[in-house]
């Protein structure tokens, strides 16, 4: 026995079978075999607001520490919120974790290079302005 797709009773979407929530509009959906229906959250889930948190200290702080863990934890909350099992209100934060992640791992990355560079390169320095002057 298939199940059949849930109507948003705020905006009419269909919906998967198992969504709690409305990928369109974020409003709780509940199909009717459902016995009690659990409010929804009006807010972002935590995970969203996390991945949000360590993107920002993945920029100022922490680098590549805090972004990967902030790319992981953002793209499982969107796929969470695709199939409606997070509520929609952490889209955005989920979306902002991920790039501040990836721009903190990059940057990160590049300070290693960076450093790597220097410290190949800037003790040769010395040795080949010297010779000449």
Same mark, same amino acid.
């Given at each position: 026995?298939?199940?059949?797709?849930?109507?948003?009773?705020?905006?009419?979407?269909?919906?998967?079978?198992?969504?709690?929530?409305?990928?369109?509009?974020?409003?709780?959906?509940?199909?009717?075999?459902? *016995?009690? %229906? /659990?409010?929804?959250?009006?807010? =972002?889930?935590?995970?969203?607001?996390?991945? +949000? @948190?360590?993107?920002? &200290? !993945?920029?100022?702080?922490?680098?590549?520490?805090?972004?990967?863990?902030?790319?992981?934890?953002?793209?499982?909350?969107?796929?969470?919120?695709?199939?409606? *099992?997070? %509520? /929609?209100?952490?889209?955005?934060? =989920?979306?902002?974790?991920?790039?501040?992640? +990836? @721009?903190?791992?990059? &940057? !990160?990355?590049?300070?290693?290079?960076?450093?790597?560079?220097?410290?190949?390169?800037?003790?040769?320095?010395?040795?080949?302005?010297?010779?000449?002057?």
């Amino acid at each position: 026995m298939t199940e059949q797709n849930i109507q948003c009773p705020r905006c009419g979407h269909q919906n998967l079978p198992d969504s709690r929530f409305c990928n369109k509009c974020g409003a709780a959906v509940v199909s009717d075999a459902a *016995a009690a %229906p /659990v409010p929804p959250p009006q807010s =972002a889930s935590a995970k969203a607001i996390i991945a +949000l @948190i360590l993107g920002l &200290l !993945s920029i100022f702080m922490l680098g590549f520490i805090a972004g990967i863990p902030a790319m992981i934890l953002a793209k499982n909350e969107e796929d969470e919120i695709r199939r409606g *099992a997070s %509520p /929609v209100a952490g889209e955005m934060l =989920a979306k902002l974790g991920f790039w501040l992640g +990836l @721009i903190g791992t990059v &940057l !990160s990355g590049l300070t290693i290079l960076l450093l790597i560079f220097f410290l190949i390169f800037g003790l040769s320095f010395p040795i080949i302005f010297s010779c000449g002057f």
